[in-house]
DNA sequence: GCGGACTGCTTACCT
DNA sequence: ACAGGTAAGCAGTCCGCG
């Protein structure tokens, strides 16, 4: 089915070479692009009256047909089918005027997209009452909002009084759930559950039920014994969503190079004004090809390419556009790099500068995004830039988001580092660099048994969101789109965040860091030196706990009820609701729940088939993603469901569980050594000190306490934030120090290493001796070559900083890494915010330089001993060394600097 | 005019 | 567009100093 339209293009390439790309279509393609228009026409694939098991992959509004879309993943053909609503089913927004009041809104009744009214009942969580609302329906999502003015729900609150002078009401009118996007509302209204199975019958879009996985889903009683019905509703219904089974993905990755004349820019995406020359794929069905155009003077090149890469050549650019196209018309998930900003807006924007009509062009651009017509588009640059997945899903394995450090650091393989221009490889050269671009973005989306597509579809089944938007929004988005989804389930009314500001925006601790909104979390001051037998228990997901023990959510801290005032949250002035669960606490209790109690122990079941148990991995995996976020939401301005003493409250009780079992451990006479927000490290515990800990605290705070590792010993400075572990296998867990920090340079890090190795091989406190030695001969190794300036090369010495901004904005200050970044834009290197600035610390003014413009005898070397003396320090007081005495300095010497 | 004490800015990290 | 707390280095400012 792939290879009939494919081959096509596949012909042996003709031996007439324009160079010229802007030819125009000869004469004699009319004929096959009429049959194509008409292929067209019958595409996309609408859903048969009956269509097997499918996946729900994507919706959209089809603007042409007022509907709802939604896209559905037909595994075993491997093919999106579209199913178009057939419920009727229209946009609105909820408002508290009457019918009555609404009719006098000149401009509300004469507005074209404005339908019809319906008066209905809401549950109303902010003043804890049902309240009636009236449904001002319309028959397009445009007219509600989404346009800059003359919308419904501006025209309401702007018109309403001039328009009632009367006041009829004394309230003022207010409009609710406007800015939901069309097909997200169209989602939760008819409780489709986006990345479940679906199937189309008499044309109906119905539920598939899996006996053998709701079997699983009804086990939630048993494992939740002590859980009470409505928290028992909660985790039957996360559970179904995180025990469906995920289909197999059939997708290609794609890449593109386009000549430019200037090598030092990228070329302008939104211009394309410079030919596309090579265009890489690499499916999941194994197939490697490259298209090439076909260029005056390129040569063949003399390597060849493995046997299984197929190479095409065109002698035009627009059959190589066509020939991609195909590809885009034809495989439902396409993946690139970064293919929002270039790729894909490239290809469109070069199709339409070509000549190409709209219709043949697979691709809908927009402002920030690329989707496709057909299938749905991945772009893992997005991807892998979330914060969220960067730290929790690949634990900061990735240091830079680009294909390279990505590629290397998860699947182990590296872009082609070319020292020519694109206009100077061979075919074959142009050929294997643009392919590797493909292999590794296709392999990123294939490694650890296609973690990050299964990643994307479990946490659009937890955000009831698209595949596309889920992989490309935040974590707020997610948990904004899930507590929305339970609303709508519930019938309330989604409160706007300017009414939970005005009722719930206060808090009431100091922070002790300026300009933060409340006070955080504790740090214990830790014990400086080496301690042996370091136990570490923690709290296993502390504030969804919290959240979940103490009822919090935006509804029930500071309720409306007085006889909940007295049920105070310590350290605070705030008061939680005694009447009635949060949904946010029913919603994170649950899912915490069932990470803790389910899927973290599923995931390392070794008695469960592998593919099984990689799946509750990738499961546990999302929702620690998702928990991890699940508290700071409530603290940033820009969630929708923003309410600060909801976080204060939830900071605050954490404060005071950790200072609880301080006291405690003091009591029955534990060392605790040091402990940062939700863990403790105590020194050499016995078993029975653990036992009472544990139960004193599951009794008395009712949250449970794990042992989370054992230290065979464990080395503390005096810094918070900052020690090294090392566990009974070797493993050396390192926290905070400089010598693991991505910008220290490689020289410094190296040693720091080589430390790390030698420290591991520790057993006992008489080990030490000898491997304080080894470590000093480290240290006085780096001393002296770096003052006998024998390095390897400059990158060695190279500090590496992130540009956080754009480099004109830097008007307070100005870092040494922005003033390399200037050096560089001025020798002709474009800089924009996220940039990796490469430089290093040189004798004369400026001080720096980039390390690219930098050469060996302008190095400082003093600073670079400074800054390996200060990295060293924080491991070497506690083990009682002096860097100064290990280099050998005399107490003279150092006192005359 | 210069250096030390200080504050603020910036980045990277921890939980 | 998840939060606050901590470390570190450097830039910039203020103040004293005949």
């Known amino acids: 089915m792939a290879q009939q339209s494919l081959d096509f293009y596949s012909q042996p390439p003709k031996k007439t070479i324009k160079a010229e790309a802007k030819a125009e279509t000869p004469p004699t393609a009319l004929g096959e692009q009429e049959k194509k228009e008409r292929k067209r026409r019958v595409f996309p694939p609408e859903a048969p009256e009956n269509l097997p098991p499918s996946y729900f992959v994507s919706a959209s509004y089809d603007g042409h047909q007022r509907k709802a879309v939604v896209k559905l993943y037909e595994p075993e053909s491997g093919n999106i089918y579209f199913w178009y609503d057939n419920t009727g089913h229209k946009p609105y927004c909820l408002t508290n005027l009457s019918e009555r009041e609404l ?158 004349p200037i090598s030092t820019r990228v070329p302008d995406p939104r211009e394309a004004a410079y030919p596309i020359i090579c265009i890489s794929m690499y499916t999941s069905d194994n197939q490697k090809k490259v298209m090439l155009l076909k260029r005056e003077g390129v040569r063949e090149g003399n390597e060849h390419l493995p046997a299984d890469v197929k190479l095409e050549y065109y002698d035009t650019e627009e059959k190589l556009l066509k020939a991609v196209f195909e590809v885009l018309w ?53 991807f892998f830039f979330n914060r969220s997945i960067q730290i929790y899903a690949f634990s900061n394995r990735y240091r830079d988001v680009t294909l390279d450090d990505v590629g290397n650091a998860i ?58 938007d889920v992989s490309r929004q935040g974590v707020s988005r997610w948990i904004r789109n899930f507590m929305h989804r339970e609303h709508r389930k519930r019938n309330m009314l989604i409160p706007n965040p300017e009414d939970i500001l005005a009722q719930k925006g206060k808090t009431t601790t100091t922070a002790i860091i300026k300009g933060k909104k409340y006070k955080g979390a504790i740090v214990v001051e830790p014990t400086p030196g080496v301690h042996f037998n370091v136990a570490v228990m923690d709290f296993p997901s502390l504030y969804p706990s919290i959240i979940k023990v103490w009822n919090l959510g935006y509804q029930s801290i500071l309720c409306p009820h007085p006889e909940c005032r007295s049920n105070i949250v310590p350290g605070t002035t705030h008061w939680v609701c005694t009447r009635e669960r949060a949904l946010e606490s029913l919603l994170i209790g649950s899912l915490r729940d069932l990470r803790v109690r389910w899927y973290k ?162 057993k006992n406190p008489a080990d030490f001796e000898a491997a304080k030695k080894d470590i000093a001969s480290i240290v006085r190794e780096r001393y002296t070559r770096l003052k006998r300036r024998e390095w390897q090369n400059m990158d060695e010495l190279a500090f590496h900083v992130v540009l956080g901004d754009d480099l004109h904005r830097y008007t307070k200050t100005t870092p040494q890494h922005v003033k390399a970044a200037k050096m560089l834009e001025e020798s002709g290197v474009e800089i924009r915010a996220g940039d990796l600035i490469s430089f290093v610390k040189t004798v004369r003014e400026p001080h720096v330089k980039p390390v690219e413009l930098a050469t060996k ?8 001993i400074a800054y390996l003396h200060s990295t060293f320090d924080q491991v070497l007081d506690a083990l009682g060394l002096s860097f100064d005495e290990i280099i050998g300095l005399t107490k003279l010497e150092r006192f005359l600097g």
């Not at 169209?186 to 409780?191: F, P, T």
């Not at 294939?446 to 596309?468: N, Q, T």
């Not at 005898?857 to 670079?864: A, H, I, L, T």
Request: glycine share 6%.
């Open 601 to 762: 122990l599923k995931a390392k079941d070794k008695a469960l088939p592998a593919e099984l148990r990689s799946w509750y991995k990738i499961t546990q995996g999302a929702l620690k993603v998702i928990l991890n976020a699940s508290y700071g939401v409530f603290g940033a301005d820009s969630f929708d469901l923003y309410c600060p003493p909801v976080a204060e409250a939830t900071a605050a009780i954490g404060r005071h569980s950790i200072t609880q079992i301080l006291g405690r451990a003091e009591q029955l006479g534990i060392q605790v050594l040091y402990g940062d927000t939700d863990s403790l490290f105590l020194k050499n515990p016995s078993k029975e000190q653990v036992e009472e800990l544990v139960r004193w605290t599951e009794h008395e705070l009712k949250m449970s306490i794990d042992m989370e590792k054992i230290y065979r010993y464990a080395v503390f400075s005096s810094r918070k934030k900052n020690y090294l572990g090392v566990l009974e296998d070797g493993t050396v867990d390192v926290k905070g120090l400089t010598g693991k920090k991505k910008h220290v340079p490689f020289f410094i890090k190296n040693a720091f290493n080589q430390m790390k190795e030698r420290l591991a091989r520790v």
């Open 330 to 382: 034809e495989y439902p998930f396409i993946i690139t790099f970064n293919g929002d900003d270039f790729d894909l807006r490239y290809l469109a924007h070069r199709a339409l500068n070509l000549g190409m009509r709209r219709n043949e062009i697979p691709i809908e651009v927009g402002r920030r995004v690329c989707l496709l017509r057909y299938g749905v588009h991945i772009d893992l640059y997005k």
């Open 411 to 468: 699947i182990g393989v590296e872009k082609i580092k070319l020292e020519k221009a694109f206009g100077d490889l061979t075919y074959t050269e142009l050929a294997k660099y643009c392919l590797r671009d493909s292999e590794i973005t296709f392999k990123l989306t294939s490694a650890e048994d296609e973690l990050a597509m299964k990643l994307i579809l479990v946490l659009a089944r937890i955000s009831s969101m698209p595949m596309e």
């Open 857 to 864: 005898n302008e190095v400082d070397v003093d600073k670079y």
């Open 103 to 260: 009719k006098k809104i000149e401009r509300l009744m004469t507005h074209p997209g404005f339908d019809h009214f319906e008066t209905t009942v809401k549950f109303n969580p902010l003043l804890d009452r049902k309240m009636q609302v009236t449904k001002i329906v319309a028959s397009d999502p445009l007219a509600i909002g989404g346009k800059p003015q003359g919308t419904i729900r501006d025209i309401i609150p702007e018109d309403f009084p001039k328009t009632s002078p009367s006041m009829a009401s004394a309230e003022e009118a207010k409009v609710w759930e406007a800015r939901i996007k069309y097909y997200q509302c169209y989602i939760y209204d008819k409780q489709f559950l986006p990345g479940m199975i679906f199937e189309v019958k008499n044309g109906n879009l119905i539920p598939t039920i899996l006996e053998q996985t709701e079997k699983i889903v009804e086990q939630m009683k048993t494992i939740f014994p002590e859980a009470t019905p409505q928290e028992l509703e909660y985790l039957t219904e996360w559970a179904r969503l995180l025990e469906y089974p995920a289909p197999k993905f059939r997708r290609t990755a794609i890449d593109i190079e386009v000549y430019a």
